[in-house]
């Protein structure tokens, strides 16, 4: 079992950046992929990021590539979210998730935190 707790959204104007940060408890966290999702008003959840147990290998929806950058610290047991020239159209609630793999489903998530950018 792994507990993930967001934390580091905000209101942030065009332009601005964020870092996102993913607290798991668990003395595993370094055996599990993690990655971040995003859900905004009236659409479906969909992937930002993700990253390798070991840090070594990430991942990125095409259209964030260059402005998000997914890294993790596994003696803080914590996974980052660094988000640059941030644009309204990145307003949602973002989530993280524990998997076995980036490329299976992920089958632990956090609650969520608000990011929300204002033009």
């Known amino acids: 079992q792994v507990l993930l707790v967001e934390s580091g959204g905000g209101s942030v104007q065009a332009g601005g950046s964020l870092r996102l940060s993913c607290a798991a408890s668990g003395r595993t966290f370094s055996s599990y992929a993690m990655g971040w999702f995003r859900q905004a008003p009236g659409k479906e959840r969909e992937f930002v990021a993700a990253?390798?147990?070991?840090?070594?290998?990430?991942y990125y929806t095409q259209s964030l590539k260059g402005r998000f950058t997914i890294s993790r610290d596994n003696a803080k047991n914590t996974v980052y979210l660094q988000m640059n020239s941030l644009k309204p159209e990145d307003t949602a609630v973002y989530y993280c998730?524990?998997?076995?793999?980036?490329?299976?489903?992920?089958?632990?998530w956090g609650q969520g935190t608000q990011v929300t950018v204002s033009s």
């Open positions: 990253i390798s147990w070991s840090g070594g290998s990430t």
């Open positions: 998730a524990a998997g076995p793999s980036t490329a299976q489903p992920f089958d632990y």
